[in-house]
């Protein structure tokens, strides 16, 4: 069974807006990391954020890690049509050198 | 640089043959991990390969198997294929052993009738 679920599965807002998704997992992790898919393609690593931290930033986006709640939230700000796409949490569970993918949410951003 | 490669994107074959996929890394890049995605399972680690040996694998039948050469390039055969192995298969790389921070091919899609 997969590690991660995510909420929503599916998001809809308008350009401008920011959008924040949820991941919550099963087991300790070394990492949790983000990843967008376009459409079936191949998933672009956007940001990793250690168990040690509790939060991170990079450009719009901004991630944070509650490990004793075991979940993580990304946060899209001011969100652009051409972030529509599938989001993926992934983490690294503790010991096990692989990486479990969430369920994903799919976001739509509109003009 | 240029990015992870996958031949070929797309695949039709029929229930009981076997396939073969190819995943060229980003160059200097020795680990190559393998995934299959599909609607209803969603993302799973199928195996890493790093410096052509296995690392690790996933929970998948003896009938998937990798290898890796040494010019870091890899291979993914699906022996008797199964109307369910229908998926995009994904391959990874990385400069270092395990998951993190991977880069993505765009994918095999392998449609199985």
């Known amino acids: 069974s997969q590690q991660g679920e995510e909420d929503p599965q599916a998001l809809s807002i308008q350009e401008g807006e920011n959008a924040t998704m949820n991941c919550s997992y099963k087991t300790s992790i070394n990492n949790l990391q983000w990843y967008r898919q376009n459409s079936g393609r191949g998933l672009v690593h956007l940001i990793l954020i250690r168990s040690n931290e509790r939060e991170k930033h990079s450009g719009r986006l901004r991630v944070t890690l509650d490990t004793s709640k075991k979940s993580s939230s990304l946060l899209i700000t001011a969100s652009r049509a051409a972030d529509t796409a599938s989001y993926f949490c992934?983490?690294?569970?503790?010991?096990?050198?692989?990486?479990?993918f969430g369920t994903g949410t799919r976001l739509q951003v509109f003009p | 640089k240029a990015g992870v490669t996958q031949t070929p994107r797309y695949l039709i074959k029929t229930r009981g043959q076997q396939v073969t996929l190819s995943c060229s890394p980003i160059s200097g890049h020795r680990s190559v991990s393998w995934y299959q995605q599909t609607p209803g399972q969603g993302l799973q680690f199928l195996f890493e390969y790093f410096s052509e040996t296995q690392r690790n694998k996933g929970n998948f039948p003896g009938r998937f198997s990798g290898r890796q050469f040494s010019n870091s390039r890899s291979e993914m055969n699906v022996s008797t294929l199964e109307l369910g192995d229908s998926a995009l298969y994904l391959c990874?790389?990385?400069?270092?052993?395990?998951?993190?921070?991977?880069?993505f091919g765009p994918g095999t899609r392998l449609t199985v009738t």
């Open positions: 990874a790389s990385s400069s270092l052993a395990g998951v993190r921070e991977q880069y």
């Open positions: 992934a983490t690294e569970p503790y010991n096990t050198d692989k990486l479990i």
